[in-house]
């Protein structure tokens, strides 16, 4: 996997879209030096958004706190717009309750072969998808839970905290790419990087979208499980790897041109 981008290449950075957990937090929690990072990166006009498979309830909450221009939830199915605006459904759903009953059902199927499995704590905050927690499973069982939806009609991913039963073709870089296009249309490729850990990143590593792209070091588990890779790696992990990202992009503006 490249390591190496240059500082150059991100002296044009104007947009970094990150996901959260294991990306911003670190052990499940944000420092005051991610904090202080975020805040550098404002007081510099590089915008920051938050890229996660929260739930719609945890994000609206957490991105109306942090020094941060909007964030997407479920993994691309909603987009919170800056300063407290009406939330955007990414994914287009006809009938929300009978959308949550479908994705009950497909949940308690998965339980009749899995009884292992919870569902999450957010999960009652959620819109577009449905939650259970993945500690509990091997990589194997999640390949199975895996084939299982696609079978029962519907997509799968997951990160380091949660597995995702979700609408099939719903993912952070088709929600990213909607949101780039609908409302921060001034931004090129060249001048965002995106950010992330976990295989429901993977899709932002994708280089025919995002040129450049970065996993912080904890996204080494997953190296043999993704087909698209970043194009840089930290050396820290979780936060401080985007701590450390965070400074290579306020060092490249030092370079002269």
Partial sequence: MPKNLSLTALSNIRLIATDMDGTLTKRGKFTPALLQALEDLAAANIKVLIVTGRSAGWVSGLSSLMPVAGAMAE????????????????????????????????????????????ESVDNRFRVTDWTFDVATLSQDEIQTINHLCQQMGWGFTYSNVQCHIKPQGQDKAVGLLQVLREYLPDYSPE????????????????RRYFPISVGVANVLEYADKLQHQPVYVTTAAEGDGFCELTNYILQSFQIPN
Avoid: C
């Fill in 75 to 118: 993994n691309g199915g909603l987009y919170f717009p800056p300063g407290n605006q009406k939330p955007v459904v990414l994914t287009p759903i006809l009938d929300l309750a009978k959308h949550r009953q479908h994705l009950a059902t497909t949940f308690e199927k998965l339980q009749t072969q899995f009884p292992q499995i919870q």
């Fill in 191 to 206: 001048q965002i990087v995106t950010v992330g850990d976990s295989p429901n990143d993977e899709s932002l590593f994708d």
